[in-house]
């Protein structure tokens, strides 16, 4: 398959090249360091990066990023960069990718943990991550010529640990490699409209 992995150059993106590149022609997507430049928060940077590699079989999201931030001291334009960022860039992704998918692709998006495990100062990112799964179930349905879609929800990575320990209080982080092989099963696998839970 041809591959497109958007978000390529970080640690879940690494991890999901590493597993997927022996098998596949991977192309990869990120703000630097990739083979296309791509900002998820510009329509037009989105629409440059499909013009620029055309047909792919599947599409894959490792990005989107969510301000950490109390509910308290959030702001409209705090809470904005997860919606312009993990919520509407994937969304715009696929709304803008359908016509460079080939006939039974399929798109890959990420959610995570927080929309079912709360933490404090997680409001923001919960939010983006419920509204991808609820996107992707919803979308499954209307999707076209055979196109499959589903998400990834992942627990904290172990190799994000040392950045996030602080706010993930308790919980059990995952190697970025368990939740590659989630991303391979939505990729190479037959299900769609589904979120697959990494924990």
Not at 32 to 58: F, H, L, P, Q, R
Not at 129 to 148: L, T
Not at 160 to 179: E, H, I, L, R, T
Request: hydrophobic residues 45%; glycine residues 10%.
């Amino acid at each position: 398959m041809r591959i497109l992995v958007v978000g390529a150059t970080g640690t879940l993106g690494k991890a999901v090249v590493d597993r997927l590149k022996d098998k596949h022609e991977i192309i990869k997507a990120a703000r630097s360091g990739g083979d296309v430049t791509v900002d998820m928060t510009s329509t037009e940077s989105i629409a440059a990066m499909y013009e620029a590699v055309g047909k792919v079989d599947a599409v894959v999201v490792t990005a989107g990023s969510a301000k950490f931030l109390p509910l308290t001291a959030m702001t409209p334009d705090d809470n904005q960069v997860a919606i312009d960022g993990k919520l509407k860039g994937q969304i715009n992704i696929v709304l803008l990718g359908l016509d460079y998918v080939n006939d039974g692709g399929s798109f890959t998006l990420v959610s995570g943990i927080l929309m079912d495990d709360p933490i404090p100062q997680g409001a923001s990112a919960a939010m983006a991550n419920g509204a991808i799964r609820a996107f992707v179930k919803s979308a499954a349905i209307e999707m076209p010529r055979g196109i499959r879609i589903n998400t990834v929800s992942p627990n904290v990575l172990e190799e994000s640990w040392n950045d996030y320990a602080d706010y993930f209080a308790g919980f059990v982080p995952v190697p970025a490699s368990k939740a590659a092989a989630a991303y391979q099963k939505s990729i190479e696998g037959k299900q769609t409209g589904q979120c697959y839970e990494v924990y």
